[in-house]
């Protein structure tokens, strides 16, 4: 039977706006618009979708472009939007991955770029992507195109330890970059020094460098990987 009082504590949350509907989780009738803080107009802060950038990020001279890569087998559909990817208390280390997303065409930051990201945990498992989307996400690039996600770091592994124990994948995060107008980019971030670099499939130009950094008495670990997309080709 379900709990009196825990019916009541989930009506008075954001979980109890929702009932169960015909076609799923449906807003209660009664519910009533989120009221605002303040409504003085002049304290709103408008988010900027397209082009005008206000925090002085200028063009760049010198992007290179990204190197494609193949969705590989373990790509899923549906990943949550989220800048968490792991969950609470996921074994690894805890890694930062932040960048920006560029035009190559203007040498402009892109905002609202859509980037799917996935990769293995440290028992080398890909989550399932239906029930389980543990290191999986999907993140929008803010209006200066930057965008920031946490997880844990990812390590080689063997895709085929049975069949091709000797052959080794590096360790990389996968990427998809989807945007408006622009050619969709499947690609993998890599590690610099990886000691699994033979990878044939290992790009040293897609390979970021790691820093190590402290917060709050919690040691964890950073990289910064741009984004570059081309405009989509005039024939499509």
């Not at 009506?11 to 509907?21: D, K």
């Not at 760049?60 to 087998?73: A, E, F, N």
């Not at 543990?134 to 390590?155: A, D, H, K």
């Not at 080689?156 to 408006?180: D, K, M, Q």
């Amino acid at each position: 039977m379900f709990d009196s009082t825990r019916r009541n504590f989930l009506q008075q949350t954001s979980i109890g706006l929702a009932t169960f509907g015909i076609s799923g989780l449906v807003l209660r009738s009664e519910a009533q618009p989120t009221q605002e803080v303040s409504r003085n107009r002049s304290d709103r802060i408008l988010i900027q979708m397209g082009p005008v950038l206000k925090d002085g990020i200028t063009a760049k001279s010198d992007l290179r472009k990204v190197t494609p890569q193949p969705y590989g087998p373990f790509y899923r559909t549906g990943a949550p939007f989220r800048g968490k990817l792991s969950l609470p208390g996921e074994p690894g280390t805890t890694f930062v991955l932040s960048g920006r997303v560029w035009a190559y065409d203007t040498k402009r930051p892109l905002p609202g770029v859509v980037l799917d990201f996935w990769h293995v945990d440290i028992a080398e498992k890909y989550s399932n992507g239906t029930t389980d989307f543990r290191n999986r996400g999907r993140l929008v690039s803010s209006e200066t195109g930057f965008y920031e996600l946490e997880s844990i770091r990812p390590i080689p592994y063997r895709p085929n330890p049975t069949g091709a124990p000797e052959f080794w994948r590096c360790a990389h995060f996968h990427l998809v970059a989807i945007s408006p107008g622009y050619e969709p980019l499947v690609t993998e971030i890599h590690f610099q020094g990886d000691p699994k670099k033979n990878d044939p499939m290992y790009r040293p130009e897609n390979a970021i460098v790691v820093e190590e950094q402290n917060a709050n008495g919690r040691v964890f670990q950073r990289g910064v990987f741009d984004v570059v997309l081309e405009r989509e080709s005039d024939s499509k």
